[in-house]
């Protein structure tokens, strides 16, 4: 991956201005490429911090966590939670396409402890992110008519059924 594309991806994902952040090129970690990823305790050891897999709280020190090979928990009880979190993810995806039976879903994942859906809707395939414990759909503002007119289709049909 280029410097460029993770620094567009990290924003993306933190949801930050690409301004706001640097990046520079870690070649220790390229022993990790065959993974697909870095474990965070090697992350840690280089000083660098991890977020709780299932809380997204930070951390900074191997002893005050909960690890395995690729995640990192900040209590027993987070790595506890998120054992048990596959289910609900699977069924947060089943309640999506049965409210949305037309999208196609990207991915099911825990964000801070709540589930979140990512799912494409429309032609255009627009993204839209729906959190399944307060109803909320998410959607870019240049999407937002799309996403009006795609959900009041999805109503119509399920009405139908």
């Keep these: 991956m280029s410097k460029n ?5 990290y924003a993306d994902m933190r949801d930050l201005d690409e301004s706001d952040i640097k990046a520079a090129r870690a070649s220790w970690a390229d022993t990790f ?7 965070p305790l090697e992350l840690l050891k280089r ?3 991890v977020e709780c897999a299932y809380c997204s709280k930070r951390i900074d020190r191997p002893n005050a ?9 900040c209590t027993k009880e987070c790595c506890d939670k998120h054992q048990g979190i596959g289910d609900e993810l699977e069924e947060a995806s089943d309640i999506a396409l049965m409210l949305w039976p ?9 964000v ?8 494409t809707f429309g032609q255009a395939e627009r993204h839209a ?6 109803d909320e759909v998410q959607v870019a ?3 937002l008519e799309d996403w009006r007119e795609f959900n009041k289709r999805m109503k119509a049909l399920r009405a139908q059924r």
């Design 129 to 134: 992110f729906w959190f399944s414990d307060a």
């Design 5 to 9: 594309q993770a620094i567009i991806d």
């Design 112 to 119: 801070a402890g709540r589930i979140r859906v990512h799912f």
């Design 47 to 49: 000083d660098f911090y």
């Design 33 to 39: 490429i065959e993974k697909g990823y870095v474990p």
């Design 65 to 73: 966590a909960v690890m395995t090979e690729i995640q990192a928990f």
């Design 141 to 143: 503002p240049v999407d």
């Design 102 to 110: 037309d999208a196609h879903i990207v991915a099911t994942e825990l």
